[in-house]
């Protein structure tokens, strides 16, 4: 079991930056996989981003690749999506996910089999 909470979310002007984190607790990320998703309002949940536990791996959208990095930092229980370049169309909300090695791991994040553990979310909205 794992708590995860997202923050660093807010009103950013287009071409600007922000800096997502999740915080885990209640058990180390050093056996989860990241993901980080996005749903804008009327749209089906989108899969930004995912990594891998330690190797670096990392699995990026289209629509997203070249402007949004992801990272972590284990040994502070915590991953990061580095957002750049936004546009208005990453307007949404922002969840962290995690999945657990015996679940598959990142190659469940990648092939979008679903995740384990949800944040709620943090909002962010791109716009002049």
């Known amino acids: 079991q794992v708590q995860l909470v997202e923050s660093g979310g807010g009103l950013v002007q287009p071409g600007g930056s922000l800096r997502l984190s999740c915080a885990a607790s209640g058990d180390t990320l050093d056996y989860y996989a990241i993901g980080w998703f996005r749903q804008a309002p009327g749209k089906e949940r989108e899969r930004v981003s995912c990594i891998s536990i330690s190797d670096g791996r990392t699995y990026y959208a289209d629509s997203v690749k070249g402007r949004f990095t992801i990272s972590r930092d284990n040994a502070k229980n915590t991953s990061y999506l580095q957002m750049n370049s936004l546009k208005p169309e990453d307007t949404a909300v922002y969840y962290c996910?995690?999945?657990?090695?015996?679940?598959?791991?990142?190659?469940?994040?990648?092939?979008?089999?679903?995740?384990?553990?949800w944040g709620k979310g943090t909002l962010v909205t791109v716009s002049s």
């Open positions: 996910a995690a999945n657990h090695i015996y679940s598959g791991s990142f190659a469940a994040c990648v092939r979008n089999y679903g995740m384990d553990y």
